[in-house]
């Protein structure tokens, strides 16, 4: 039987540390959904379809994985699909708490559907797509972080924001 896991999350926008968690996973599972979900405690910079748009040209080069978004929970998502894992990346310690919490609170919404948690690449320990994006609207350099279709995406979005403010 096909091993399917879920990737889910914001990607607003998509970094290297998730394709670093995708490369990696692609390992252990035969296919990976890459979906997007709403997580209503986060402020989001970019559309759905502005983040299908660079998953898609982010992972044009990669096989075995399929992107998606889904406007409902992740468990329902997952059983939809046929997929008997959630994969999500951990981080330095401060993600402990929240993933523990959303992966219990998954299981008890579905014990069929298993959490399995890769620790993300030592080089992105600290990166986190809330931090580039502040980074990004303040000119900082991001080249090492994302791909470079996010880095120009995210140029353009903060300099069209620049130009907004720009009384002439
Ligand atoms: O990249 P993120 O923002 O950390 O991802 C969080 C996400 C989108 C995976 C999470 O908020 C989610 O699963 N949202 C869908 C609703 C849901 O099923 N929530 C978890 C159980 S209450």
Redesign the pocket.
């Known amino acids: 039987m096909e091993k399917i896991a879920i990737y889910?999350?914001?990607?607003?926008p998509v970094t290297n540390g998730h394709l670093d968690i995708i490369e990696r996973g692609l390992k252990i599972f035969d296919r990976i959904i890459i979906t997007?979900?709403?997580?209503?405690?986060?402020e989001l910079l970019f559309t759905v379809g502005e983040r299908i748009e660079l998953l898609k040209q982010a992972l044009e080069d990669y096989s075995n994985i399929e992107i998606d978004s889904y406007d409902?929970?992740?468990?329902?998502y997952a059983w939809k699909r046929n997929a008997h894992a959630i994969l999500?990346g951990m981080r330095a310690v401060s993600d402990f708490e929240?993933e523990f919490q959303?992966a219990l609170?998954?299981r008890r919404?579905n014990r069929e559907i298993q959490t399995v948690f890769l620790m993300t690449g030592l080089r992105w320990i600290f990166t986190s797509?809330s931090i580039i994006k502040e980074a990004a609207k303040f000119g900082g350099n991001i080249e090492s972080m994302v791909p470079p279709v996010v880095q120009k995406k995210l140029e353009q979005k903060f300099n069209q924001s620049l130009g907004d403010n720009d009384p002439g």
């Open positions: 889910p999350g914001s990607f607003d997007i979900l709403e997580n209503p405690a986060k409902g929970l992740l468990v329902d999500r929240y959303m609170m998954n919404l797509s």
